[in-house]
């Protein structure tokens, strides 16, 4: 009997239920998405049925055809050879392209060691060089980019002798010159047996990976230092060295001469790029050497005192603790300033480097009009581009994660 | 046997080495053989740069001069600024019509009427002061800069201004000298007497209205010449520009950040592609989609002038910026505030406005910051699209008959004026961050 009461007792009621249908909170969010899909569709949609009307007015074109039409002009400066009359807008493309890559390239590179640079000397103990890097960084990161660029195309490059007066860099040689009409060096031409030379480049490569293993092993296990920086050194230079003379040196110098009132002969670089680079680097430099700081500041101050008390020198201690451990923060800020680098190097618009911007969404787009497929084929470079960093970037950072942990 | 003193010795002073002038430069400039000759090497090339800057810019230059051959006559190797003095007003103010320009030197004194409260310790209710600075003081300015016949919807929203800014001013000063804000001051003119509060805000709405109708009425008995928006240039156009800009950025990379950081995948796809698009392209491919794509998607008919089209272009393009601003911002707030929200029964907006963004914002303070500052920079690309700013004008002296070939010194100017600019946005930015902290650990 007792029993049979307890069990009354316990008895669960079930709570209601209520599906209120307007409170729910999966109702609601469908319905808040449904509007904003709605919303954005119809701009959309709004958008793009006023261009087709638009482009139907104006009787203009639309699709990729162009690209296979021949372009009417021709790139000041290119990597690879182009007939004006012939060369497609699609060549005119792949010149912009690799216009643009070539000198970002090389403006990531020289930004990235100078800022490096810059930015140990911000932290150098020595007050006046920190003062002095300092005013760097401020100079340059408080002015625009777009006047620096043009400072030094109009201030620097453009008032450099004229050609028969050209400086020269090499000292007499002739084989690095510097006027008004840009930079002109000697271009190098393999000859036969230079092939053997690379090879033996090659072969000092892997020579010193296995020469770096074999020494770190050996330190591992003895506690003893190999010197393998100077061997390392020594075995990539000399030994494509000594192959190089032996063979009889196979490479013959295309050395620029003056002919008539230009350089004839050698590479040569226009003074907009020499501008577009060095503005480039040294503006974006400034961003780096902060980022350098600020990665080497958040390294914890111990670590490096700890360091210290085991013996290493100060330069061991920032090669060997410091920065590896800064690395992981100065990574990710570095490789989106590499992306803005890339961004920025559409600046060469304003003073007349052939970049892909200043080729495709200004020249062609005069010439041809297709402003839809012009526009997006630009804009969808940058976007591949910089998606491609952004995964790489990624990857990166997962593993900085793992090891972390 | 040991010698007990009574009397505590006194610390003798640091010895002078660690002291004085020579001391601290043993120490910082010549700790070691490498430091010494780094300092050297450093102090030459400081020398020489400072030097040359020195004589080109200062001692050399040519300060009053009629023309260019005038400056190479008295000193060829020196700074030419006298063209740059005969152009400052349209360095500053582009082509806008010279009897015209008191217009923009009162609407630029009017925003730092209106906005010099915000920086005065005892004047209250801030918030409202600055956001009517966001919404109404653009109709001001805008009807000062470009004129013209004023429509209905413009005299309403000028006469809110002109009210707004009168009763903003009226409000500080009284702030500054009572410490109390209008409302409460007209209660107490009232004496003793006890009133109800509705009745005091009835008051209160009624001299509000009075006032609105007052100045409506006397804005009708005057209007401004029209300025077509191709006579703005220089600087002006240039803050016009990045004001918005500013103004803009900031509300809509909230909107964007909160967009990717939501629950709704709808609303996370959309907005997260949205920003992914505008940054990873460069600032000057969108200002050419504006001026080229934009006309084709208006509707026909229906014309948008340029200076609306960059505006727009800028628009966009910073307020992506600023939502990987703010984002960032977010992500520093512990989950356990948006819990603690929830907890007291805050739905979404309001724990985000009440709890989550004060806190934030406060923290992105810098990033806001030099988010401002590199749109400031930007705004000088509306230059390569044909737009007359500051870098314009700056380049046009060059090209000008009597100025011919004076290139360097405007660029020099231009640079100057930005690092000002920006340098002291950065410095103050510092300054906020340090006032505004709530950080007790340091």
């Known amino acids: ?405 | 046997m040991a010698i007990i003193k009574a009397v505590k010795t006194p610390a003798l002073p640091a010895p002078l080495s660690e002291t004085s002038v020579i001391g601290w430069m043993k120490n910082n400039l010549f700790s070691s053989v490498f430091n010494g000759l780094l300092t050297i090497a450093t102090l030459y090339i400081v020398y020489i740069a400072v030097k040359g800057l020195w004589t080109w810019g200062l001692v050399d230059a040519v300060w009053v001069a009629e023309n260019r051959r005038e400056c190479f006559s008295i000193n060829p190797d020196g700074a030419c600024w006298a063209g740059i003095f005969a152009w400052v007003d349209n360095i500053f103010y582009g082509r806008y019509p010279r009897e015209e320009l008191w217009r923009i030197n009162l609407g630029i004194l009017s925003l730092f009427i209106w906005m010099i409260p915000l920086w005065l310790p005892r004047v209250k209710a801030k918030i409202s002061i600055g956001l009517t600075t966001v919404f109404l003081y653009p109709f001001l300015a805008g009807y000062l800069f470009s004129g013209g016949d004023k429509g209905i919807f413009m005299q309403i929203m000028l006469t809110a201004a002109i009210v707004c800014l009168a009763g903003n001013t009226i409000h500080a000063t009284i702030g500054v000298f009572t410490g109390r804000s209008l409302p409460e001051f007209l209660s107490s003119l009232f004496g003793k007497k006890k009133i109800h509060e509705k009745t005091q805000r009835n008051i209160f709405l009624g001299i509000i209205a009075l006032s609105f109708v007052l100045i409506y009425v006397w804005q009708m008995s005057w209007s401004l010449g029209g300025v077509s928006w191709t006579k703005w240039g220089g600087l002006f156009l240039t803050f016009v520009v990045s004001g918005i800009g500013i103004a803009s950025a900031l509300p809509g990379g909230i909107i964007l950040a909160l967009g990717r950081r939501s629950n709704l995948p709808v609303a996370r796809v959309l907005s997260t592609s949205f920003i992914e698009l505008f940054r990873s392209v460069p600032l000057i491919t969108v200002l050419f989609m504006a001026t080229t794509m934009f006309p084709l998607f208006m509707p026909e008919g229906f014309v948008l002038n340029k200076l609306v089209q960059v505006i727009i272009a800028v628009c966009l393009f910073n307020a992506c910026y600023m939502a990987e601003t703010v984002r960032g911002g977010l992500q520093t707030i512990p989950k356990g505030q948006f819990e603690g929200g929830h907890t007291i029964g805050l739905g979404y907006w309001q724990t985000m406005g009440l709890i989550i963004m004060p806190q934030a914002l406060k923290r992105m303070i810098p990033n806001i910051v030099g988010n401002f500052i590199s749109l400031l920079k930007d705004t000088t690309l509306v230059s390569i699209i044909g737009l007359f700013d500051v870098l314009t004008m700056l380049r046009a002296i060059g090209k000008d008959r009597t100025w011919l070939g004076l290139h360097l010194e405007p660029l020099v100017f231009g640079a100057l004026l930005f690092f000002l600019l920006c340098f002291a946005m950065s410095k103050y930015s510092r300054h906020l961050e340090v006032k505004l902290s709530t950080n007790h650990n340091n």
């Open chain 1, 1 to 405: 009997m007792a029993v049979s009461d307890n069990n009354k007792e316990y008895v669960h009621i079930k709570p209601k239920e209520q599906f209120d249908f307007f409170h729910d909170e999966r109702v609601r969010s469908v319905f808040y998405q449904f509007l904003i899909a709605a919303a954005v569709g119809w701009f959309v949609w709004y958008l793009a049925s006023n261009t087709a009307q638009n482009l139907e007015a104006r009787g203009m074109h639309t699709g990729f055809r162009f690209l296979k039409v021949a372009a009417g002009f021709d790139s000041s400066f290119k990597l690879i050879s182009n007939e004006p009359g012939v060369g497609t807008y699609g060549r005119i493309f792949i010149i912009g392209v690799l216009n643009t890559l070539y000198i970002s390239a090389l403006a990531i590179i020289l930004s990235t060691i100078l800022g490096f640079f810059i930015g140990v000397l911000r932290l150098s103990n020595n007050w006046l060089v920190a003062k002095v890097a300092l005013a760097y960084v401020e100079i340059f990161r408080n002015t625009p980019v777009l006047i620096q660029i043009i400072f030094w195309y109009i201030g620097v490059f453009s008032l450099l002798p004229k050609v028969k007066n050209s400086i020269d860099l090499s000292g007499g040689a002739g084989v690095l010159l510097l006027n008004n009409r840009g930079l002109y060096m000697s271009w190098p031409i393999p000859g036969d047996l230079l092939w053997l030379t690379g090879v033996t480049i090659i072969i000092a490569v892997i020579a010193v990976v296995i020469l770096r293993r074999w020494a770190q092993n050996r330190q591992d296990k003895t506690g003893q230092i190999f010197p393998t920086f100077i061997v390392s050194a020594a075995l990539l230079i000399f030994l494509p060295g000594i192959v190089y003379f032996m063979t009889g040196m196979p490479i013959d110098w295309d050395i620029p001469k003056l002919e008539g009132f230009n350089f004839v002969g050698g590479a040569s670089l226009p003074p907009s790029f020499m501008a577009l680079l060095f503005a480039l680097i040294i503006y974006h430099a400034s961003y780096m050497a902060e980022m350098v700081r600020a990665g080497i500041l958040s390294v914890d101050k111990g670590q490096d005192e700890a360091a210290r008390s085991i013996g290493l020198r100060k330069k061991r201690s920032m090669s060997l603790v410091i920065i590896p451990q800064a690395m992981p923060a100065i990574i990710p800020p570095m490789i989106s300033n590499w992306m803005s680098t890339i961004k920025n190097s559409s600046l060469a618009i304003a003073i007349g480097y052939p970049d892909l911007v200043s080729l495709f969404m200004q020249t062609s787009l005069n010439q041809a009009g297709y402003a839809v497929e012009l526009v997006g084929m630009t804009m969808a470079f940058y976007m591949f581009v910089s998606l491609t960093i952004s995964w790489l970037l990624n990857i990166y950072n997962k593993r900085v994660q793992l090891v972390e942990r």
